[in-house]
């Protein structure tokens, strides 16, 4: 029983390397040095268009206008840091997603000003001005060749006026949009 156990063993052995060596042949041969030889092949990869857009915080608070910004007509906000990285050139757009911003009442008897216009609110990518009314329609922010990070902070302008502004809790929803064309 025992010599048929290792009969049975190295007939295995002799099997399974001599299915190696054929498969091992099939591949590759050389002609005089039986341990190297080369097949040749190719690799191919299409890369399409990434972009990324990353954003210091998913919302900005406004800064409460005083008696000043009444007077002046606006005051200034500093918004997120915007980050991108695309492998293509590419376009930054934004835009508001209503032609009016939501009203919330917070005091009996003046009520919150519903049709106050989202122009109201102008953006920049520089604090120190070239603010343009924010619209409904993509407007673009800036753009910039393929890059691993380009980051900017963007930068908000809202207006006020004496007559218009009643006392309410305001908002109103931006969309950021970047494309690689």
């Known amino acids: ?31 005089g040095a039986p341990d190297s030889c080369g097949v040749p092949g190719s690799v191919s990869l ?8 990353q954003m210091s915080a998913g919302s900005t608070s406004l800064s409460a206008p005083t008696t000043a910004d009444f007077d ?3 005051n200034a906000t500093t918004g997120p840091t915007l980050t991108i990285s695309a492998n293509a050139p590419w376009t930054l757009h ?11 009442n917070t005091s009996p008897g003046a009520p ?3 049709d106050k216009p989202a ?6 990518t520089t604090s120190s001005g070239g603010f343009s009314a924010l619209t409904t329609s993509d407007a673009s922010l800036f753009t ?7 980051a900017t902070t963007l930068y908000f302008q809202t207006l006020y006026n ?8 305001y908002s109103l929803s931006i969309v950021l949009t970047l494309t690689a064309p």
């Open 1 to 31: 029983m025992r010599r048929l156990g290792i009969g049975t063993a190295i007939l295995v052995l002799v099997l399974g390397v001599s299915t190696m060596s054929s498969s091992v042949q099939a591949q590759c041969t050389a002609s």
């Open 46 to 53: 299409t890369a399409g268009r990434v972009v990324r857009l």
């Open 72 to 74: 002046a007509g606006f």
């Open 94 to 104: 934004v835009r508001s997603t209503a032609a009016f911003w939501s009203a919330t």
């Open 112 to 114: 919150a000003r519903t």
């Open 119 to 124: 122009g109201d609110l102008s953006w920049s």
């Open 144 to 150: 910039g060749p393929a890059t691993a990070s380009n």
């Open 162 to 169: 004496w007559a218009l502004d009643t006392p309410g809790n």
